[in-house]
């Protein structure tokens, strides 16, 4: 069973920098799209950021200080988080939509790292 496990959340206060990773377990099979949500208490779901291959696409309130990148050889997703704002707090949840056949994918999630910047 393919699992998507996060690391490098954590408390960081404003204006610093945290990386988180997203690494796919049990899995060698070719990654399509993955990517970043984020969640906070009384907010709704918002995507923060997406890779497919080369291409990235970012939610307007991070532009600028978030990086997504992926390591296809190591099926691992990386957010650098850069200028932190207490708004940016949340539970950040990755995910991967991962090849299982030709014309088959599924989407796995990880289990969620809690990102809190102090102000």
């Known amino acids: 069973q393919v699992q998507l496990v996060e690391s490098g959340g954590g408390l960081v206060q404003a204006g610093g920098s945290l990386k988180l990773s997203c690494a796919a377990s049990?899995?060698?099979?070719?990654?399509?799209?993955s990517g970043w949500y984020r969640q906070a208490p009384g907010k709704q779901r918002e995507l923060v950021a997406t890779i497919t291959g080369d291409n990235t696409n970012y939610a307007d309130s991070v532009k600028g200080r978030f990086t997504i990148s992926r390591d296809n050889a190591k099926n691992t997703v990386y957010l650098q988080m850069a200028s932190l704002k207490p708004e940016d707090t949340a539970v950040y949840y990755c995910?991967?939509?991962?090849?299982?056949?030709?014309?088959?994918?599924?989407?796995?999630w990880g289990q969620g790292t809690q990102v809190t910047v102090s102000s």
């Open positions: 049990g899995s060698i099979l070719p990654i399509n799209t």
């Open positions: 995910h991967a939509d991962i090849w299982v056949r030709v014309g088959l994918k599924n989407r796995y």
